[in-house]
């Protein structure tokens, strides 16, 4: 329990600083401590090349205080499959922003609930053996499927936004 409020402290922390120093001063148009040693279009390039670092700190991070956290990396990428799957399916980011969220809660119910202190790798995490298993498995149905249907031509991947001339229709 008390690793996961750490991780969640350290987490919390550097979301926020990163946002309110280096995002939010960007989007207002103004970088002040960078302004003074670099140019305007340095310091974006800077904080791009941080915000697409900042997924890999987490899991970094949660490797220096709680001695766990790169199975992370694996069922990340099992659950991107699962989500990809979701948004092909039903044409809407909501759905998979929906389960995304829903993964996030149900991960840190069982962190903070699980009073075993047993090996994470195993369970009874979802990023462990135990939990992990059946999303894999579901998974990999999920990428067979899409490969069968991208060969036979029937797989329709959601374009972003509306096409050009088009407008929504308000009622």
Known sequence: MKRALVFLAITFGITYAYDFLVVYP?????????????????AYMVSVALTMLFPALGVVLTRLVTREGFQMCAWCTVLAIFLSYVTIRTGSTFAAAI??????????????FSLSGGNPFVGP?????????????????MLWDMRRREKAGTLHIPEAGLPDGMHRNRR
């Open 26 to 42: 960007i989007a207002q148009g103004t970088a002040p401590y960078a302004s003074e040693f670099l140019s305007p279009d340095l």
């Open 99 to 112: 389960g995304h969220g829903a993964a996030n809660g149900t991960t840190n119910g069982v962190t903070l």
């Open 125 to 141: 995490l979802c990023t462990g053996i135990v939990g992990g298993l059946p999303l894999l498995a579901v998974a990999a149905i």
